[in-house]
């Protein structure tokens, strides 16, 4: 997960006056090692025996209501502690980083909508930080309100992300590995939170990035600090098998 402490050797001199001339970083993305052996929660055996709707809504129950920041809010939350590393906050596309201790401008660092504000993330889903991440602008942009999915036709690219079209001749954006399980695991949330379905050939890819980019301790650590402002977590984190057991999002 992108989010965990950077590599000793990675400069770190970006600054939100010089970030946008940055040179960007060569070396490409990997996915991210498991830390110590480290496991999720697991199962709650509130949820046993439970599946697909029945499931969902047990889900939906359990962790809608939550304190609602505001998007200045939940913004000042992203880019000061949430992502906010020793006074560096990184993009969960590129890699590229800015150094800051506020919210920075819109040209330099942006906030990624996992599920687009156009798709339905709208009144307090907008500010809801499960699926809100910190990207810079280029890539926000690229993204769009696009879906996600498997690139196989390049347009762009950049530390492992790419934008272009999959094998069916759709336009979808992929995340570089390191993010494709966050990515899956936020989407699903959503749907579960704000009754969204998630398209089917979409689904089945989020679901493949859910077993290829496993939970980490960066990302439960992410899923702590939501809770201590926003008051409740994601399920899909602490065990990330109960997507298996939803046939239908």
Not at 65 to 83: E, M, P, Q, S
Not at 98 to 112: A, F, H, L, W
Request: net charge positive; proline share 8%; aromatic share 8%.
């Amino acid at each position: 997960m992108i989010i965990s402490s950077r590599p000793l050797t990675a400069p770190r001199t970006t600054s939100a006056s010089s970030f946008e001339t940055a040179a960007p970083k060569k070396a490409p993305f990997k996915q991210a090692a498991p830390v110590d052996d480290f496991t999720p929660a697991g199962p709650d055996p509130r949820y046993d025996g439970m599946k697909d709707k029945i499931l969902i809504k047990a889900l939906h129950d359990a962790v809608s209501k939550h304190k609602d920041l505001g998007y200045n809010g939940a913004r000042k939350v992203i880019f000061t502690t949430l992502d906010n590393h020793d006074g560096f906050v990184k993009c969960v596309y590129t890699g590229k980083e800015v150094k800051t201790d506020k919210i920075p401008s819109s040209n330099v660092m942006n906030t990624e909508h996992t599920w687009p504000q156009s798709k339905g993330a709208t009144g307090a889903a907008k500010a809801d930080l499960h699926h809100l991440f910190p990207t810079d602008s280029k890539a926000n942009s690229i993204r769009g309100n696009y879906p996600f999915g498997t690139v196989k036709n390049v347009k762009w690219t950049e530390n492992g992300a790419k934008f272009g079209t999959d094998e069916k001749g759709r336009t979808v954006f992929e995340p570089p590995d390191a993010h494709k399980g966050n990515v899956a695991r936020a989407l699903f949330y959503f749907s579960t939170v704000y009754n969204k379905p998630i398209p089917p050939d979409e689904e089945s890819v989020l679901k493949q990035w859910n077993t290829l980019d496993k939970v980490d301790a960066a990302e439960v650590k992410r899923n702590d600090g939501i809770e201590a402002v926003q008051q409740n977590r994601n399920p899909f984190v602490d065990d990330p098998t109960l997507s298996e057991r939803i046939a239908d999002f």
